[in-house]
């Protein structure tokens, strides 16, 4: 079975299901790509371990990583290796004293915990065929242009972000993550990097 790398493109709201995401994955050296539907905790989880946002309290996810280190395992990769009914299957491969272990799981699990321990995310030819022409819109559709970028809406104080300091901003972060408030805190956090790169 010849594996394919994929990256994270992003992820974004669904245009078609209320209430969820799409986790855009891409296969690294080509244009093909493979968006996978997934929930808003799953999103939340998979977007907080990209940013490397910490929240107060350690996600699902997170427990795993804890769990791992204390029985001295690794997750080596993951293998989106089936698509079935519109549900895709993956693996995680473990490895603990010498052994392999693949461990079955949900993708939107298995790449949110793959961010966490850096692990390459792998699918197959097979899969990779199947699914890429679900999404055949061209790539900078899938981007968003330079001057339409969004920026966090301070709604309740009307604040212009031109007005607003870095300093302020990253107030703001920390009162979102203090309220477990992680969507607020990723608008929050892109537009600190974004001033950032200024």
Excluded: C, W
Aim: zero cysteines; charged letters at 35%.
């Amino acid at each position: 079975m010849r594996k394919i790398l994929l990256e994270i493109r992003g992820i974004e709201y669904s245009q078609t299901q209320s209430g969820s995401y799409v986790l855009d994955l891409k296969e690294v050296g080509g244009r093909r790509r493979m968006p996978i539907l997934i929930g808003g905790f799953e999103a939340q989880a998979i977007a907080l371990a990209l940013e490397k946002m910490t929240p107060n309290r350690p996600m699902t996810h997170d427990l795993f990583v804890s769990f791992f280190g204390i029985v001295n395992a690794r997750v080596k990769e993951i293998i989106i290796h089936e698509f079935h009914e519109g549900l895709f299957k993956s693996n995680i491969v473990v490895l603990h004293d010498g052994m392999e272990v693949n461990v079955d799981a949900r993708s939107s699990d298995a790449v949110a915990i793959a961010v966490r321990f850096s692990a390459p995310i792998y699918t197959t030819e097979k899969v990779l065929e199947e699914v890429s022409h679900i999404n055949e819109r061209r790539e900078e559709d899938l981007e968003v242009p330079e001057e339409e970028e969004e920026t966090y809406d301070f709604d309740s104080e009307e604040e212009e972000m031109d007005i607003v300091t870095l300093e302020e901003l990253e107030q703001h972060l920390a009162q979102a993550l203090e309220n477990e408030d992680y969507e607020k805190a990723m608008k929050l956090r892109d537009e600190i990097n974004k001033r950032k790169k200024q």
